[in-house]
């Protein structure tokens, strides 16, 4: 025997999951733009540690590792956005 479907629970069912669904993508949309936004600063920063790196002297082994520190913990946290991206 067929189960008769409710119509009015139907439709409430189908409103919720469209509005789960808009707030999904809102917030895919917003974390992309966001993800947008770090991109384009790490490559700024990128430049600016290039340029920091190639004027400094010899023997300047400290300042050296600040800045590739510096540059590996601004990565891992692009890197990180990406992930929060994927996953969802």
Do not use: M
């Amino acid at each position: 025997a067929d189960e008769e479907v409710d119509e009015p629970y139907l439709q409430q069912d189908c409103k919720k999951l469209v509005r789960h669904a808009n707030h999904v993508l809102r917030t895919l949309t917003t974390k992309r733009t966001s993800l947008k936004h770090a991109v384009k600063a790490f490559k700024d920063a990128s430049e600016h540690s290039i340029q920091q790196f190639s004027t400094l002297k010899e023997g300047k082994e400290d300042q050296q590792k600040h800045i590739l520190r510096k540059w590996f913990a601004n990565y891992l946290r692009l890197r990180d956005g990406f992930v929060l991206l994927e996953s969802g």
